[in-house]
């Protein structure tokens, strides 16, 4: 019974003392089971992280308790072979990253130098265009110009007028008036509203009457003939609808004649009525 008793202790005591995985051999293997779900490291060190593996299956192993040494041993192994795997991963990680940076950077500066010749090209464009309507609009209005300069002369030869330094000069004969009279005669109208027609078209001209006579009578009476007859003109000017502010009269007499007065023909060219039509500014 006794001796009985004895064997059944010690099997159990063999039972308690037999092989069991070396101490720290299961934290080794959670360091490698988190590197193994690292997303972003498992990758980088895989023959690292199989050698690691093969080292911390070994330090898992059952050893009994006299060769607690080697079991340390083990494990120390295995955590130096876990360590180097992660290390390594992190290192090829962080030239990833550098290098993904750096490509960032290459291709954000061939963003901005892409954006800056857009920019350019898109400047030179705008350019191009407001060079070329700039061109056009200079074509325009010089064309414009060309037709207002043909018109303007047309209007001119209509009035049978000239130009020169004083402006426009129309140039009406004696056939407005009667002999001695200031009287505007019927048919003076036509070159009149011919004058008023122009005149309507430059509102912003002033206009000079002057009134002209022959050398036959005194100076005197020359004189007022040929303001009431400058009156006469600018008057049917008003009646027309232009502004009296416009028009000025003189009566200039036989001081200014154009032609001589010795012969019939040159006395009727000195009994005129100049209109004077102002330059534009």
């Not at 019974?1 to 004895?6: E, N």
């Not at 991963?89 to 960032?104: F, G, I, K, N, P």
């Not at 056009?136 to 020169?164: F, G, H, N, P, W």
């Not at 009134?211 to 007022?224: A, C």
Request: glycine letters at 6%.
């Amino acid at each position: 019974m006794v001796t009985g008793l004895v064997c059944s202790s010690l099997v159990i005591a063999s039972c308690a003392t037999g092989p069991s995985s070396p101490q720290g051999a299961a934290e080794v293997r959670n360091k490698l089971t988190a590197l193994q779900n690292d997303p972003t490291l498992a990758d980088r060190a895989r023959i690292e992280i199989r050698e690691a593996d093969a080292a911390v299956r070994i330090a898992e192993q059952p050893l009994p308790n006299a060769e607690t040494a080697l079991g340390e041993h083990r494990v120390y192994m295995a955590d130096r072979k876990v360590a180097i795997a992660e290390a390594k991963a992190v290192t090829r990680y962080t030239e990833d990253q550098r290098a993904w940076l750096s490509e960032e950077r290459d291709e954000a500066r061939l963003r901005a130098r892409t954006r800056e010749a857009d920019n350019a090209r898109d400047e030179a464009s705008r350019a191009r265009s407001a060079a070329d309507a700039a061109q056009s609009s200079e074509k325009e209005a010089a064309a414009a110009a060309a037709l207002q300069a043909s018109e303007y002369q047309r209007q001119i030869d209509a009035l049978k007028a000239e130009v020169t330094d004083r402006g426009v000069v129309l140039t009406l004969g004696d056939v407005l008036f009667s002999t001695g009279s200031a009287e505007l005669r019927g048919g003076a109208n036509s070159d009149l509203n011919k004058l008023v027609s122009f005149l309507n078209q430059y509102p912003k001209r002033r206009v000079q009457i002057e009134g002209h006579t022959d050398n036959v009578g005194s100076v005197e009476y020359n004189h007022g003939l040929s303001q009431r007859r400058a009156d006469s003109v600018r008057y049917y000017l008003i009646e027309q609808g232009l502004s009296s502010q416009r028009l000025s009269a003189a009566g200039m007499g036989m001081d200014r004649p154009v032609a001589s007065n010795d012969t019939g023909t040159g006395r009727q060219q000195n009994r005129r009525v100049e209109i004077i039509v102002e330059k534009p500014l």
